[in-house]
T-cell receptor, first 113, second 114 residues
């Protein structure tokens, strides 16, 4: 089955800095890579996703890149703000059949004012 | 107009008791899930149902029994609760089991076993 590794487990940055979270996956058939944000005491919610037919996707201050050859994808947050502080989860799922997304173990992002 | 709702939100109970968590989604989705999130924040899939049929049953003790009376509901019953069952349990749903569908999570049920 799929295995998703996520690094770092904790990331501490100053407000205004950039933050990068990296994930690798093992199943070359995976074709969909969502990122979820979970604020303290809240539910995980989708913030951005990317499919295997594109290499990069942006939405305001967040962007995701995908390298299919190396089987890794990354979340980039620019101009971080204190409200970006949360746990971020990457996930991977594959085309065809009944395949549940596999989540990474999460990255706790702390943005210091 | 909550999309995925689960009750109760907080549950404190003694070891050995039996408890249930209810979940309902009003999104018209075919697929529902139960996830367990431990103190280290890891989101672990427990069960998945598609149109009331069990499709995923991860290595979960058989003290945990899901029930889906219809595709909008997926309840979780836990027998003989143990200290290690303390966690946040998230119900979730997605359109179907195809790749590329967003998973919508409920607000979570905080279970504490004492």
């Amino acid at each position: 089955g799929e295995n998703v590794e996520q690094h770092p487990s904790t990331l501490s940055v100053q407000e205004g800095d950039s933050a990068v979270i990296k994930c690798t996956y093992s199943d070359s058939a995976s074709n969909y890579f969502p990122w979820y944000k979970q604020e303290l005491g809240k539910r995980p919610q989708l913030i951005i996703d990317i499919r295997s037919n594109v290499g990069e996707k942006k939405d305001q201050r967040i962007a995701v890149t995908l390298n299919k050859t190396a089987k890794h994808f990354s979340l980039h947050i620019t101009e971080t703000q204190p409200e970006d502080s949360a746990v971020y989860f990457c996930a991977a799922s594959r085309r065809g059949g009944s395949y549940i997304p596999t989540f990474g173990r999460g990255t706790s992002l702390i943005v210091h004012p | 107009d909550t999309a995925v709702s689960q009750t109760p939100k907080y549950l404190v109970t003694q070891m050995g008791n039996d408890k249930s968590i209810k979940c309902e989604q009003n999104l018209g989705h075919d697929t529902m899930y139960w996830y367990k999130q431990d103190s280290k924040k890891f989101l672990k899939i427990m069960f998945s149902y598609n149109n009331k049929e069990l499709i995923i049953n991860e290595t979960v003790p058989n003290r945990f029994s899901p029930k889906s009376p219809d595709k909008a509901h997926l309840n979780l019953h836990i027998n003989s609760l143990e200290l290690g069952d303390s966690a946040v349990y998230f119900c979730a749903s997605s359109l179907d089991v195809s790749s590329g569908n967003t998973i919508y999570f409920g607000e979570g049920s905080w279970l504490t076993v004492v």
